[in-house]
């Protein structure tokens, strides 16, 4: 059955730099859409192949969204952390490329992000 875990949440300041990542367990790893979500809302999604990614205008800029279909591990950094970034962030899988969060089928436990002074 596959499974997504996310890892590298945890309190920030604001200003500060955070990378999450998501480990999916499975064989079909490298053949998913893969996205990052705060709460049900879109922060990033990256194609299977990590050629096309796309983001919220919030974070644009400001985040990136990488993966190593190798490790079978996608990544999220974020960068210049505000405290509207806090939330817990899900990674999720879809066989679609999409920004349509009813897409994706296979959710993450959820990561905590708190940026705080």
């Known amino acids: 059955q596959d499974r997504l875990v996310e890892s590298g949440g945890r309190l920030v300041h604001p200003g500060d730099s955070l990378r999450l990542a998501c480990t999916a367990s499975g064989r079909t790893f490298n053949t998913w859409a893969m996205g990052w979500f705060r709460h049900r809302e879109l922060v990033a999604i990256i194609s299977w192949d990590g050629?096309?990614?796309n983001y919220a205008d919030s974070v644009k800029g400001r985040f990136t969204i990488s993966r190593d279909n190798s490790k079978n591990t996608m990544y999220l950094q974020m960068n210049n952390l505000r405290p509207e970034d806090s939330g817990i962030y899900y990674c999720a899988a879809s066989i679609h490329f999409t920004r349509a969060v009813n897409e994706y089928g296979t959710w993450g436990q959820g990561t905590q992000v708190i940026v705080s002074s």
């Open positions: 050629n096309n990614a």
